[in-house]
Each structure stands twice: as structure tokens, then as C-alpha cells.
């Protein structure tokens, strides 16, 4: 969907911002861009926009090489997303978000009504709609960024750092978000982020950048975690490098059963609902997970669990079997196993 091919820019200061990059992003995935300040992930991503345009080389959106574009038309058809949100400060949210509609020529009441349907999309009221961008807090105001770009329902969307400004929390949310919209939409996404753990989350595959513009890596989340091209990518990925593969594997393999007698007992309700571990003396809390939940969640909660196990339930809450520490052990050793001698 968007291919560099032997891409180069050098600013006219003398900067090397992107070196002989070839890539190719494919048609309704999400492509994150990562890698230290510098390294030029923002003009690779300027690029696919003519917002920057290539020292040499070529970059083609759908086939079409960029260049031969009409660049605003073009930018028109690609959603833009960045850090501050970038919203008109003295237009109300609904009439940013109708911007690009208008543009593209449709008529005011149809962008919008388009507008309160985005509004609506990405969890805001409509109410929000009527106050300015400065009335909302920076999650919302990212909120409203991600609708306006989706306004014009764009193939590609391209995202720079959009939730680099918000608290973990929010960022959380908006990741959340994010992936379940791109679960109906299926756009073609090119995400820049510095944080690893978001590149994880979010990317279908993560590209990873080194400074002086070189791509070192393009690779699924997994194979990155396995199998990092260099020590560069190793030591960029982190320590922690074995836990965050474990946070892309699920406990649906690992075996459950009825819980053992010993010296704590699971304490359920009248509808087989997790309560608490009660030993003679004392009580713990329970985190119950689900299939759905990560390994590296079913390591965590067998470490804080007093009898070495965790409470397994299904989507309504109700008690499944539990999981022995050991257990969760072996298959995050399996899973760490089979990602680095996958083909
Ligand atoms: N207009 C410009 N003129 C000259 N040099 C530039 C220009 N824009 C970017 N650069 C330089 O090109 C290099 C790559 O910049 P770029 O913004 O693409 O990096 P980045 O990886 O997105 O960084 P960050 O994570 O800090 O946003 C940097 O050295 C930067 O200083």
C-alpha cells in the first residue's frame, strides 16, 4: 500500500534524515516507527504526504508515486494525526472534525452530521462537539485529532506521536481505542511513537530505526522480541525484552483444573464468582483472568498469588479451574522457545 523504494533526504543544511530506506508497508496493517530522537522517523512519515519530499528516490501511496500528485489533494486523502492534536483553536470540536468533508466539497450539513457520527466514534458526546478544543482535556483533544483525521475516511492514516502528550492512563485508553476502531476500519496505519511498549501494543510490525536514517529492522512484534537483528535492536527493545514477548501470548494453552487442597483456599460466591484466597488465618485478593489475558499477566498474578495459582474464569466471571505457577512457567519457556527458532 505505501512502498519506499532506495529513499533519501538530505536537508538542504546537510542533515541526513532518512538513508536509502526500501520498505514496504502493506494495505490495512499497522506499521510503527520507532527509535531514539533523531532518527528520522517523522520525515520518513512526512514523506508519504509531501509534507517533506525525498532527496532521491521514490514513495508510492496505492501504487502511484507520490510526487506525480496534486500534494494538497493528496494530503486530503491521507489522515494526519500529531502529538498537540493540532485542532483550529477557534473553531468548536464538531466544526474541526467537519474540516476535511468541507473541503472535499460536501455539503455543511452532511459534514456535520458526519462529524457527530466521528464524534460519537472515537467516545465523545456530543456535547463535547460544542465547546472549543481548549475546553477538553489533551486525551480528548486526541480524540478529536483521530476524528478529524478520520473524517474524510482516508485508506491511510499516518500518526505522529498522537498520544505522547497524555498521562499513562489516558495513553492506555486511547491505545484501546485506537485498536478497536482499527478492528472496523482497517486503515492502512504509519505510527511514530518512542515508546517501545506502545509499538508493541499497537503495530502489526515495528519498524526500528537507527540514527543517520537507517532502517535496521522491519519485523511482527514477536519476531522483534525473539529474534532482534542486532545488539542495537536488543538493547533498544530492553531488559525487559522476554516479558514483553510473554505480554503478546495468551493463557488460553496453558492447562487448568480443580483446584488443589493446601494451605489457602479459593473463596468463591453464590454464582461461583472469585472472591478472595482465605487461608486460617489470613485473606488475599484474587485477580481472576480469562483466556483472552496475557501470559505475562498469568506470570504476574502467580507470583503475587499466596498458593502459587491463579484463578482462571471465563466472560462472565465464573470460576473455570485454576493454573499452577509451574504450569504458566513451562508454556512462557515454550512460547519464548518456538518465537526464536520460528522460521
Ligand atoms: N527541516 C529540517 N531541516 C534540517 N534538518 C532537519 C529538518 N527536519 C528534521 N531535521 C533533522 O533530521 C533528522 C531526523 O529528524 P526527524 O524529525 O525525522 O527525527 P525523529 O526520529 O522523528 O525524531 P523525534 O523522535 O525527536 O521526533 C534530525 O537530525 C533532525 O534534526
Redesign the pocket.
Known amino acids: 500500500m505505501i512502498q519506499f523504494d532506495a529513499v533519501h ?1 538530505r ?3 546537510g ?4 538513508h536509502d530506506l526500501t520498505l514496504d508497508l502493506p494495505e490495512g496493517g499497522v506499521t510503527v ?1 520507532v ?12 514523506m508519504v504526504n509531501r509534507m ?1 519530499e525525498p532527496t532521491s528516490g521514490t514513495v508510492r501511496v496505492g501504487g502511484k508515486d507520490v510526487t506525480e500528485q496534486d500534494a494538497a489533494e493528496l494530503r486530503r486523502s491521507i489522515g494526519y494525526v500529531i502529538q498537540q492534536a493540532g485542532l483550529f483553536p477557534h473553531r468548536t470540536v464538531l466544526d474541526n472534525i467537519a474540516t476535511v468533508p468541507l473541503l472535499l466539497g460536501h455539503g455543511r450539513r452532511r459534514a456535520r452530521s458526519r462529524a457527530a457520527e466521528l464524534l460519537e466514534t472515537v467516545g465523545l458526546s456530543a456535547e463535547a462537539g460544542k465547546r472549543y478544543p481548549h475546553q477538553l482535556s489533551g486525551g480528548q483533544q486526541q480524540r478529536v485529532g483521530v476524528a478529524r483525521a478520520l473524517a474524510a475516511d482516508p485508506p491511510v492514516l499516518l500518526m ?2 498522537p498520544f505522547g502528550a497524555v498521562d499513562p492512563v489516558v495513553r492506555t485508553q486511547l491505545q484501546d481505542e485506537l485498536l478497536r476502531l482499527q478492528k472496523e476500519l482497517s486503515k492502512t496505519i504509519v505510527f ?1 511513537t ?1 515508546d517501545i511498549d506502545e509499538a508493541v501494543r499497537l503495530g502489526d510490525r515495528i519498524a526500528v ?1 537507527r ?1 543517520g ?1 537507517h532502517l535496521v529492522q522491519c519485523a511482527t512484534p514477536t519476531e522483534l522480541l525473539a529474534r532482534p537483528a542486532d545488539d542495537f535492536v536488543a538493547d533498544f527493545l530492553g531488559a525487559e525484552r522476554g516479558l514483553k514477548l510473554l505480554s503478546l501470548k495468551t493463557l488460553a494453552e496453558v492447562p487448568q483444573g480443580p483446584a488443589p487442597q493446601g494451605d489457602w483456599t479459593l473463596v468463591l460466591d453464590a454464582a461461583r464468582k472469585p472472591l478472595h484466597w482465605a487461608s486460617k488465618d489470613a485473606e488475599l485478593p484474587v485477580r481472576p483472568l480469562k483466556d483472552t489475558d496475557s501470559l505475562l499477566s498469568a506470570l504476574n498474578e502467580s507470583l503475587a498469588s499466596p498458593a502459587g495459582l491463579i484463578a482462571r474464569v471465563d466472560a462472565d466471571g465464573v470460576l473455570t479451574g485454576v493454573s499452577s505457577r509451574e504450569d504458566i512457567h513451562e508454556h512462557a519457556g515454550r512460547a519464548h522457545t518456538e518465537a526464536r527458532v520460528a522460521a
Open positions: 533526504k536537508f538542504p543544511n542533515t541526513t534524515a532518512v516507527l527509535g531514539s530522537s533523531g532518527c528520522g522517523k517523522t520525515t520518513t512519515l512526512r517533506v505522529d506521536e511514530v518512542h530505526f540514527a536514517g
